[in-house]
Each structure stands twice: as structure tokens, then as C-alpha cells.
Nanobody
């Protein structure tokens, strides 16, 4: 019954922007930290961002920290990932994940095994 659904992916030119959404159903999103991950063909899954249960704490991997912004609207049961200045290297399937036992994003960034629920992913393609 617990479900996460990503949306907002697509094809964009280098330098463009996309806003991904992660909508939760079947549980209260405010009860979980939310992470964003991505996986490019032939590469390992990469943790790129995490937001705490309240939204007070956020973390980013170095490759995106100056370009991406994670936020959440608990009233709408939705987490967002605003992606600016996109590069071809950002091309990947993007996943959101919920971790109900995660209290510190500093220790959860990239730690995929700590997340309990995963969305199906949304494709982001950055191409000229």
C-alpha cells in the first residue's frame, strides 16, 4: 500500500532545468527522510541528495550540490528535486526513496540500504 511515484523527467538540453516530484501515498511523508538516487547505464546507483523528516536538514553529493535543490511539502505529501544547469553527465534514471528510520541525512546520503521504500524511477536525459 505504501507507494512513491516520481514524475517530471524528460529530455532537456544542456544548461536547462527540470523539476522532479516524488509523491507519497499510503503513509505520511513527514514520517520519513527522503533520498534521491540516480543510476546511469553501466554505472552504480549514486546517492545525490537527502532531506530530513522536517526538511530542516539537506545533503547533496558534490557533483550536484551547486545545481540541485531538494525540498519537501509535507502538507502535499511530496518531495521535489529542482535541477538546474543540467549536464549530459546527469543523464540517468532518478529514484526517490523513503527511510522511516533515518534521522540524519549526513549519514544516509548514498546509503541505499537504509531506505525502505522506492519509487519506480523517472528518466532524465540531457542531450544536445
Amino acid at each position: 500500500q505504501l507507494q512513491l511515484v516520481e514524475s517530471g523527467g524528460g529530455l532537456v538540453q544542456p544548461g536547462g532545468s527540470l523539476r522532479l516530484s516524488c509523491a507519497a501515498s499510503g503513509f505520511t511523508l513527514g514520517d520519513a527522510a527522503i533520498g534521491w538516487f540516480r543510476q546511469a547505464p553501466g554505472k552504480e546507483r549514486e546517492g545525490i541528495s537527502c532531506i530530513s523528516k522536517t526538511g530542516r536538514s539537506t545533503r547533496y553529493t558534490d557533483s550536484v550540490k551547486d545545481r540541485f535543490t531538494i525540498s519537501r511539502d509535507n502538507a502535499k505529501n511530496t518531495v521535489y528535486l529542482q535541477m538546474n544547469s543540467l549536464k549530459p553527465e546527469d543523464t540517468a534514471v532518478y529514484y526517490c526513496a523513503a527511510g522511516r528510520l533515518i534521522n540524519l541525512c549526513v549519514s544516509a546520503l548514498g546509503a541505499w540500504h537504509r531506505y525502505d521504500y522506492w519509487g519506480q524511477g523517472t528518466q532524465v536525459t540531457v542531450s544536445s
